[in-house]
């Protein structure tokens, strides 16, 4: 019998626990989690909009305990690497013989003048930012300010947009979805989103803030320009949405292994300190196409990161290949998604690049509901996928799993060509025009 503890109750820390669980019934597991349930972080923007009530994205301690694993609601204040044990916050000491650190990641919050300790600003994270934002919009709320238009900045506007508040976003880079698309795909994004009446600013940040008092009055931007809150003692709100950080205070002056983004691990999730594996945002990880450290704080990398780290944790050998970051958003009534490097990342790593495009409607032409959807697929010079955008009205997230599929097949232009696929007039591509053979076969006349 051994004794795990698994710090954090997020989409890591619940899959490590299930898993090993189901692998080692006569494991003894802990999990230490301060929040009061597990929230769905990806649904907080649809409680804000007002579609989901809040319980409906906190889930019940039964996904944990269920599994036979013991829940300590607390937060862990200590690791004692050496002694093998774990401090929360309320005096327990959980020895472990296994130690699995999920602890996340929290919103990042610039050092921007006028920003620490204003009290209508909120990071988009937790429960407790949640009902904040949820107490702080009022019958008296006029103006929402978003800082950032990466998915989480993109559907905290939407929401805002639809609680009638007058709604600015502020982007730095030069078009929304910076991480994830090129400028040439998000133009009908951008279109939608001003076309209701969102103030978009993209190629602008944010500079400084004024107060009055506890709560921002105005934000100064970089171009000149300002915008202004609360001006006759309204209930306005802003949003920061600018990325994150991982959550690793916890391990200041110890030997866990870090870098910029995260507890530095290896491909079996290991740390390097003996029996403690890392999963998750918590985490920095590689790119699985050139093996640089990028970004990919992604629920979606953190399940497969800690499936990975519990069967290595229970002796299976098992590997982590690496980030290809699928994501997907919605701007309604578009869905948008990319996988792999963009166009400009690749530029910006010196690759040389060729792209390919293909355009068709989402079902047979014909079909009632039938909507115009786009791909864009990026080669490299030897004709090797390295990254797909799709932005359509239906069905974008199916593709871009297929296309991640492609990618960590090693497929090129060719292989992608010569794809099999289904069709039918409700659901799919026309027969002789699926967008990402149509794509492949631009790209590959290009590089021919
Ligand atoms: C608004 C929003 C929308 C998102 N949308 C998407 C999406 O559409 N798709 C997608 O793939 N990803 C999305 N994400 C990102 C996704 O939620 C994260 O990548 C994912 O939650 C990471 O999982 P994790 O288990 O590594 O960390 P987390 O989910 O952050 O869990 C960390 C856990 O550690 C706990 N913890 C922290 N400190 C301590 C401590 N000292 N002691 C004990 N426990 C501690 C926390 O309470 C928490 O339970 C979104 C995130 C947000 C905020």
Known sequence: MERVVILGGGPAGISAAKLLRGFRPDWEVTMVRPEPSSVIYCAIPYV??????????????????????????????????????VTTEGGKVLPYDKLLIALGARPLMPPLEGLSGAKNVFPVKTEED????????????????????????????????????ETSIVEMAHHVLPAMMDLDMVADVERELRGRGIDLMTGVGVKSFDRSGDVISKAHLTDGGAISLNEYGEDDLIVMSVGVRPEVELFKGTALPMGPMGVIVDDKMETGIPDVWAAGDVCQYSSFLDGEIVGGKLATNAVPMAKVAARNMVGLEWNYQGFVNGAVTVVDPLRIGGVGFSEEACRKK??????????????????PGATEVTVKLIFKRDGKLIGGQVVGGEAVAER??????????????????????????????????NAIVAAAEDGWSKLI
């Open 350 to 367: 010196g690759l040389d690049v060729v792209i390919g495009r293909g355009k068709t409607t989402t079902r047979f032409p014909m079909m």
């Open 48 to 85: 804000v909009e007002g579609l989901l009530d809040i319980d409906r994205i906190c889930k019940s301690d039964d996904i944990v305990t269920d599994t036979g694993t013991n829940l300590v609601k607390e937060k862990a204040t200590k690791v004692d690497f050496d002694g093998k044990t």
């Open 130 to 165: 949640l009902r904040a934002i949820l107490e702080a919009i009022t019958p008296n709320s006029r103006k929402a300010l978003i800082v950032g238009a990466g998915n989480i900045g993109i559907e905290m506007a939407q929401a805002m947009n639809r609680r009638g508040l």
């Open 400 to 433: 871009i799993d297929t296309l991640t599929m492609a990618i960590k097949a090693g497929f090129s232009a060719k292989d992608l060509m010569s794809f099999d696929y289904c069709s039918q007039p409700w659901q799919t591509f026309f027969p002789a025009s």
